[in-house]
């Protein structure tokens, strides 16, 4: 009887010292990437959480290949420099809805100025023939296929807007016409002589003076000066003296001004009449 117990509790302590050992194994291969995700040791911490997650971990072959990736551009030369593939060459002639080239533009023009009509009007210098507006491609005659250029000009001698429409392919004028009180925006030939008029015009010693104190030299042209402008209109201006009462009808035009890569000049004050070739105070 004594055998018998003795035999039993043996196999009692046998099977709980192989239950422990069992523990002890599973807790050492679980003991490392339980530190890593705490970050206590080892570079493989975060791989068990990365594993998990479903991604590649860090250790592994996708982070191998996403290093190595990185470190290709990391090391790798720089990227070419980009390159400017030049316009092509523009044609003489456009097509269809191009935009006018510079034959074009040309030839409408040398249409729209055939004398003697031209000869007898007068641009923004009182020389002979139209102040040049702009050129523009005319809308399309349905079922003609040939292009067409409309040319806006301005007679100082009547005050009169000039529109010319041109064939280009058969050299003709086809259709003109003249309207008064219509002034669209100024051309940069008129802005110049408007500011020609203002440095001649006793007004215009305020501005020679704001260049002097700007810059320390005399101002003696209008290559001195920046400048842009457009054309005074008198329905958008709460009072309008007396000597402006006809801008609409004659052409008159407000500048801005400013030293070349420089402080601004205010000239906004300084209304040009074209047309009356006189400046006036306004504000």
Request: charged share 20%.
């Amino acid at each position: 009887m004594y055998e018998i117990v003795r035999r039993h509790l043996g196999k009692v302590v046998a099977g709980a010292a192989m239950a422990v050992t069992g523990t002890a194994v599973a807790v050492a291969i679980s003991l490392p990437g339980q530190a890593g995700a705490n970050g206590a040791a080892g570079t493989g911490g975060a791989t068990g959480v990365a594993g998990a997650a479903g991604t590649p971990a860090e250790g592994g072959t996708g982070s191998a290949s996403q290093q190595g990736e990185t470190g290709a551009q990391a090391t790798g030369t720089a990227p070419r420099p980009a390159t400017v593939v030049p316009a092509a060459a523009e044609g003489k002639k456009g097509v269809g809805s191009d935009p006018l080239t510079d034959d074009e533009l040309a030839r409408a023009e040398a249409l729209a100025l055939t004398p003697p009509a031209a000869t007898a009007q007068q641009d923004v210098n009182g020389g002979r023939g139209p102040q040049r507006l702009g050129t523009r491609l005319a809308d399309p005659v349905p079922g003609d296929p040939s292009r067409r250029a409309e040319v806006r000009l301005y007679d100082y001698a009547r005050d009169e807007l000039v529109t010319k429409t041109v064939n280009l392919d058969s050299g003709k004028v086809e259709k003109s016409g003249a309207q008064r009180g219509v002034q669209p925006s100024a051309h940069p030939e008129e802005l110049r002589e408007a500011l020609e008029l203002i440095l001649a015009s006793p007004l215009g010693k305020g501005v020679k003076e704001d260049y002097k104190d700007a810059t320390g030299k005399e101002l003696t042209s209008t290559g001195q000066l920046w400048f842009n402008g457009d054309v005074y209109r008198t329905y958008r201006e709460t009072n309008v003296p007396a000597q402006l009462a006809r801008c609409g009808e004659h052409r008159c035009v407000r500048l801005v001004t400013k030293v070349l890569n420089g402080a601004w000049i205010d000239t906004r004050n300084l209304i040009v009449d074209l047309s009356a070739r006189t400046v006036t105070r306004v504000g």
